[in-house]
């Protein structure tokens, strides 16, 4: 089971950038799937993510600016980032818990945002 993450890159505070994942292999069903930013010290914090059949949750900087598409039959999610901030400059990693031969949690390898000032 793989992720393959896509869409960061480099923008300036205030402006907008999509990041997308795919999750390929034997994934048989998935039960959440979100995205998680990577602090200095390798902390990886939940930016938003949704649990199938249930409700988004966001993070409480984010709330209002970003927005989390998750697509359970399809195997995506999408990351909506609006009015970015030069604080949120970070790797972000698309993250799933999937139902393969086993339950498993797999972390896609991540994507790159900067945000000048």
């Known amino acids: 089971v793989q992720l393959q993450a896509s869409g960061g890159g480099l923008v300036q505070a205030g402006g907008c950038l999509r990041l997308?994942?795919?999750?390929?292999?034997?994934?048989?069903?998935?039960?959440?799937m979100g995205w998680y930013r990577q602090l200095p010290g390798g902390e990886r914090v939940m930016v938003a993510e949704q649990i199938r059949g249930g409700s988004i949750m966001y993070g409480n900087s984010v709330k209002g600016r970003f927005t989390l598409s998750a697509d359970f039959g399809k195997k995506t999610v999408a990351l909506q980032m609006n009015n970015l901030k030069p604080g949120e400059s970070s790797v972000y990693l698309c993250?799933?818990?999937?139902?393969?031969?086993?339950?498993?949690?797999?972390w896609g390898k991540g994507t790159q945002v900067t945000v000048s000032s």
């Open positions: 993250n799933a818990d999937v139902n393969s031969d086993y339950r498993v949690v797999v």
């Open positions: 997308s994942c795919v999750a390929s292999g034997d994934v048989r069903s998935i039960n959440k």
